[in-house]
């Protein structure tokens, strides 16, 4: 079973920073089959990211993947008040089941 | 717009048994695959099993296999989860999803509480 690995567990920015989010898989993850969501307290997850890349329907441009093999990146270039919350990454390729990242949380510094 | 409802959730005692239930409306529903998510109080995501839009094939994940069973009623557009011999490590928030690689449509969740 594919092992996914998030850095940081916490990563405490200001409104208007950059924030960058690694994942990192114990097997290259095939075709780039990785997601992102958010997560908000109390809420359910949201897709952000599929494809390792390609943002889901109404997500913002300041929402970006990259990466490839085992290393990914989800990066917000302009961090909003609403942006402040837990983001997991998940694999999709191969075979089941999925699994997801522990979590980065990001908070208000 | 998609929206999709959960319901069945409660307090079990270790042994019992609890059905879930997932109201789905807003798209093709006998087309899609439909899966459950669940996150145990404080923890991560953890995919639980998919059915198969088709072909009504299922999967599950190791440690509910033989015990949790999906499906789904495609005049009502609703999907299940029958959970029999609960343990206390089936404690979680149980997300109803859409698809069966990654999930762009969540609900809300239902809490299943494992305690004696």
């Known amino acids: 079973e594919i092992v996914l690995t998030q850095s940081p567990g916490t990563l405490s920015l200001s409104p208007g920073e950059r924030a960058t989010l690694s994942c990192r898989a114990s097997?290259?993850?095939?075709?780039?089959?990785l997601a992102w969501y958010q997560q908000i307290p109390g809420q359910a997850p949201r897709l952000l990211i599929y494809?390792?890349?390609t943002r889901a329907a109404g997500i913002p441009d300041r929402f970006s993947g990259s990466g490839s093999g085992t290393d990914f990146t989800l990066t917000i270039s302009r961090l909003e008040p609403d942006d402040f919350a837990v983001y997991y990454c998940q694999r999709y390729d191969g075979s089941l089941p999925w699994t997801f990242g522990q979590g980065t949380k990001v908070e208000i510094k | 717009e998609v929206e999709l409802l959960e319901s069945g959730g409660g307090l079990a005692q270790p042994g019992g048994s609890l059905r879930l239930s997932c109201a789905a409306s807003?798209?093709?529903?006998?087309?899609?695959?439909m899966s459950w998510v669940r996150q145990a109080p404080g923890k991560g995501l953890e995919w639980v099993s998919v059915v198969y839009g088709g072909t009504e094939s299922t999967d599950y994940v190791d440690s509910v296999k033989g015990r949790f069973t999906i499906s789904r009623d495609h005049a009502k557009s609703m999907v299940f989860l029958q959970m029999n011999s609960l343990r206390v490590e089936d404690t979680a928030v149980y997300y109803c999803?859409?698809?069966?690689?990654?999930?762009?449509?969540w609900g809300q969740g239902t809490l299943v509480t494992v305690s004696s």
């Open positions: 097997q290259s993850v095939s075709s780039s089959f």
């Open positions: 494809g390792a890349s």
């Open positions: 807003g798209f093709t529903f006998s087309s899609n695959a």
């Open positions: 999803a859409k698809g069966k690689y990654f999930f762009e449509y």
